[in-house]
């Protein structure tokens, strides 16, 4: 399991006194309000950065860091990863999962056949849809409701579906 957790993207400047725009990669983006510091992944290292301000604009969040109070500062670290140590994560309630822990788990059917393994969640708007890359090399689309996601085990590393019909056809 991954002890760093994706919770926003820097996507630009935002101002000139070394604000960042960040695009939130987290279900509720007022966490921010509550988190003290952030780890910046540049690519080449992970830098520690603490939390000055916190402001909401549209879907963005504007985040201002101690560490920086210039916008020739933060400017080379559009695009990159904003994390959180698992410490740092918000609880999750019970059948709710990281989609990092998910990726990877092998999918098999109700009936024991395995399928393939899970490569993607997609997060629509009325629920997740579970990407699903099958045996034979295609990719098959599973709702993440009840009535076709039955288990998801993270220890045995594996997800139980139910084959709808017409799901693989």
Known sequence: ??????????????????????FPTTDDANR???LKE???????????LHI???KFFKQFVILKFKEYNNINDVEIYKNK???????NAVPLAEGEYFITDMIGLKVVSDEGEE?????DVLQTGANDVYVVK????????FPAIDECVLNVDLN?????VHIMEGLLD
Do not use: C
């Open 156 to 160: 045995e590393g594996t997800v139980t």
């Open 38 to 48: 952030v780890i910046l992944d540049t690519g080449k290292e992970q830098l520690t």
């Open 1 to 22: 399991m991954e002890n760093l957790l994706r919770v926003g993207v820097i996507s630009s400047t935002h101002g000139i006194r070394g604000e960042v725009k960040v």
């Open 81 to 87: 990863d904003l994390l959180v140590t698992r410490e």
């Open 115 to 119: 399928l393939g393994t899970l490569s």
């Open 134 to 141: 099958m045996a034979n090399g295609k990719e098959a689309l």
């Open 52 to 54: 000055e301000s916190v």
């Open 32 to 34: 921010f309000k509550k």
